[in-house]
């Protein structure tokens, strides 16, 4: 994967342009909001990474300038702003997601392969599978083993997120962010009410399990029944 990372601070882009490079991706740098433009204009990346507090050019105007010149890659913006106007301001720019300073690098790794997930599929929608669990979204039916499972409007969307991500870890603020949206705290015990509810319906009476729970981390959504993996519920 083909990645452009725009951040001024030296120290935190050395960083995770190694990490990233080490974990398979190509990654291309910028220290400022002017160069990393021309090089998202001159080049095709899978996805770009944009701090928002970037001297020339903030990445709000680097989002701005590329979109406006046909640039479709997914962008993710890295900011240190609590506020969600500004994170909303991002996405009605056209950003993909956001990630809040500072984070662990394994949820942006997760969330930089969500992305490419989602260009290479096409985006949301259509039939996702896993084991004998079948999400249909464009007729909003799900079945287990050829049975019929009745979701409530949350309980579906949480399931299509954690299917659209099967085998990635899903953390509890990207679960948090992508079903109950931006401002809703990552905290809240909905989570687990909603997915102990999604359990019950879709994985207490079938075999293999199929919703895992990540200690401290969040949910996965994978069929184990081969792999003998551990490390979690």
């Known amino acids: 994967m083909n ?34 433009l021309q090089q ?32 479709e890659a997914p962008v993710l913006f890295l900011t240190a702003h609590a506020d969600v106007t500004k994170r909303i301001e ?26 490419a ?7 949301v929608g259509g039939r996702l599978q896993v084991a004998d669990l079948v999400l249909d979204a464009d007729r909003h039916a799900v079945t287990r083993a050829g049975r019929r499972v009745h979701l409530t409007p949350k309980e579906f969307q949480l399931l299509e997120y954690l299917m659209q991500n099967a ?13 109950w949206g931006y401002g809703f705290e990552s905290y809240s015990n ?3 009410v909603h997915v102990n509810s999604l359990r019950k319906k879709v994985d207490r009476d079938f075999e293999p399990k199929l919703i895992h729970t990540m200690k401290g981390i969040g949910y ?8 003998g993996a551990s490390g979690s519920e």
């Open 90 to 115: 991002g996405l009605n720019l056209g950003a993909d997601d956001y990630l809040g300073k500072p984070f662990a690098f394994a949820e942006l790794l997760a969330r930089l392969r969500a992305l």
């Open 117 to 123: 997930r989602r260009q290479r599929d096409g985006g």
């Open 220 to 227: 996965v959504l994978e069929d184990r029944s081969d792999s």
């Open 40 to 71: 998202a204009l001159a080049a095709d990346y899978d996805v770009v990474i944009l701090d928002v507090g970037l001297p020339e050019k903030d990445g709000f105007e680097v989002l701005r300038r590329m979109r406006a010149s046909g640039v």
């Open 167 to 179: 085998g990635y870890v899903a953390s509890r603020t990207m679960i948090a962010e992508k079903v």
């Open 190 to 192: 909905a989570i687990d």
């Open 3 to 36: 990645v452009l990372y725009v951040e001024d601070d030296l120290e935190a882009q050395a960083f995770v342009s190694r990490a990233l490079r080490e974990n398979g991706f190509v990654v291309d740098t910028a220290s400022d909001g002017e160069t990393g």
